[in-house]
């Protein structure tokens, strides 16, 4: 699993415009906990419970019911990535 914190303030707008084949948007716990049973996903159980948990969400781009790309969001002041990191993020 590959783990990038990133902030961006504004996107591109030809980033914005997505090919009608997929479909964008966050996932609800049912769906998330879904994907963990498909090793193609590369998402863990205990990882994706733990984000869950703390109230992190999953956006997702799907081709059909196929996961292309995904990423975690978070509005917590410190992430749980694994035993040894954990992400801080400055309040401001």
């Known amino acids: 699993m590959i783990f990038k914190c990133v902030y961006i303030e504004t996107p591109d ?3 914005l415009e997505l090919d009608p084949k997929y479909s964008a ?3 609800d716990a049912e ?4 994907y963990t049973r498909d090793p193609e ?4 159980d205990t990882s994706v419970r733990r984000a869950l948990a703390a ?3 999953c956006f ?5 019911d196929r996961l292309a790309a995904y990423g975690w969001y978070s509005r917590a ?3 749980f990535v694994s035993e040894t990191l954990r992400v801080r993020f400055d309040p401001a």
């Open 25 to 27: 948007e966050f996932l």
């Open 31 to 34: 769906t998330v906990r879904g």
């Open 41 to 44: 996903s590369d998402l863990d």
């Open 13 to 15: 707008p030809a980033f």
């Open 55 to 57: 109230g992190d969400e």
């Open 60 to 64: 997702a781009i799907r081709e059909g």
């Open 77 to 79: 002041r410190e992430s």
